[in-house]
């Protein structure tokens, strides 16, 4: 029911740029902050870039300057513009929507959270 696509993946050359996009079905976008996860071989899942359904933006460290998170409610779409990329850039891409609900009865206040099946960025040197 809820879905998550994830798209603009591909094989870059370190210096270039990427946009990957996420397209979100099945929620109230406007009340779900997004983030931006990477996953690279043998490595922890991390936090890449985050938006706030208020429009607050937070980045990793390793990304700050280069990547930019933004997201368009008319479109129920967040982007993630990546400039300047580097080898270490190399990762699969995941989308995550977060939401804190808050309601009455078993389960309540609930956390809805969902991810979708991320796309693969390949940065060559």
């Known amino acids: 029911q809820v879905k998550l696509v994830e798209s603009g993946g591909g094989l870059v050359q370190a210096g270039g740029s990427l946009r990957l996009s996420c397209a979100p079905s099945?929620?109230?976008?406007?009340?779900?902050?997004m983030t931006w996860y990477r996953q690279a071989p043998g490595k922890q899942r991390e936090l890449v870039a985050g938006?706030?359904?208020?429009?607050?933006?937070n980045y990793a460290d390793s990304v700050k300057d280069r990547f930019t998170i933004s997201r368009d409610n008319a479109k129920n779409m967040v982007y993630l513009q990546m400039n300047s990329v580097k080898p270490e850039d190399t990762a699969v891409y995941y989308c995550n929507a977060d939401l804190l609900v808050y309601c009455s009865g078993s389960g309540c206040p609930r956390r809805n959270n969902y991810w979708g099946q991320g796309t693969q960025v390949t940065v060559s040197s």
């Open positions: 099945g929620i109230i976008f406007s009340m779900y902050a």
């Open positions: 938006i706030t359904n208020l429009g607050s933006t």
